[in-house]
Structures are given as C-alpha cells and as structure tokens.
C-alpha cells in the first residue's frame, strides 16, 4: 500500500503548473486564462514576449476577470480543457 501512495504522489509531482491573468469568465464553470512569458528568439537571440491562453476547469466558478492564478494541467475535461484552477494567488 505504501508503493501505491507514492506512485500518486509523483504523478501529480510531473504535472505542469503555470501562473496567468484571467481574461475571461463568461462561460459556466471555466475560465480562460492568459500566461505571458519571454524568451530568447532561436535566431536571432532577440527577447520576445509571446502570451497563451488556456481554458481552465473552475469548478465554484470563484475566479474574476483580473485575478492572477495558478492552474495545473489534467486529463482532458471538454473539447478545450486540459487544465484545472488551483489556487487564486491574488
């Protein structure tokens, strides 16, 4: 039993976390989240910003538009949702 628990524990330890901006909340129980992040251009070595947006599983519906958030990916819950809220930072 002991093997098994620690199995769970390292799977939802692989699981990938990011933190964005809400930028929507009109749909019921999901949210549509925005992450920003920079980087180097391949290239030309050029910091570039480049923004994604993720529709997130919000379960209570808590989350407004502003709020900053930490979401986990999971297995697929729609169409479009492969992530869940996890945490309202602010």
Do not use: C
Request: net charge positive; no cysteine; charged share 30%.
């Amino acid at each position: 039993m002991t093997s098994q628990a620690t199995t769970t524990e390292q799977v939802k330890n692989t699981r990938q976390r990011k933190t964005g901006t809400v930028v929507s909340n009109k749909m019921d129980k999901t949210i549509v989240v925005e992450v920003s992040y920079r980087k180097a251009h391949p290239k030309y070595k050029k910091i570039v910003a480049t923004k994604s947006k993720f529709y997130v599983h919000d379960k209570n519906s808590k989350a407004v538009v502003g709020d900053t958030v930490i979401i986990e990916e999971t297995r697929p819950l729609s169409k479009l949702k492969r992530w869940r809220l996890v945490e309202i930072v602010q």
